[in-house]
Nanobody, 122 residues
Framework: VQLQASGGGLVQAGGSLRLSCAAS????????MGWYRQAPGKQRELVAT???????NYADSVKGRFTISRDNAKNTVYLQMNSLQPEDTAVYYC?????????????????WGQGTQVTVSS
């Protein structure tokens, strides 16, 4: 299973970006998908998650500005980021809780994407 993230870039404060992350490989099901971020010198932190049923969870710092969504048919998760601020600058990582095809016990494994840089200038 691989996660491929895209959509990062450089934007001015107040601008918007949309991140995408597609999961591929031998996938039976994906439970939770999400986005995390890591700024220089800081620990990786949760941004937002979404279940297969569409329930969402957001960090307080992004509530009302960011929207997470997913397309289950495409195994893809999106993060629409509006009203971006310099403090949103970080490498953004997608994450997925996956049950691979052929796992007799339907175990779940955590996978990470490669990260995409988001830079917000003031």
């Amino acid at each position: 299973v691989q996660l491929q993230a895209s959509g990062g870039g450089l934007v001015q404060a107040g601008g918007s970006l949309r991140l995408s992350c597609a999961a591929s490989g031998s996938i039976f099901s994906i439970n939770v998908m999400g986005w995390y971020r890591q700024a220089p010198g800081k620990q990786r932190e949760l941004v937002a998650t979404i279940t297969s049923g569409g329930s969402t969870n957001y960090a307080d710092s992004v509530k009302g500005r960011f929207t997470i969504s997913r397309d289950n048919a495409k195994n893809t998760v999106y993060l629409q980021m509006n009203s971006l601020q310099p403090e949103d600058t970080a490498v953004y990582y997608c994450n997925a809780d996956v049950t691979p095809s052929g796992d007799f016990y339907y175990r779940r494994y955590e996978y990470w994407g490669q990260g995409t840089q988001v830079t917000v200038s003031s």
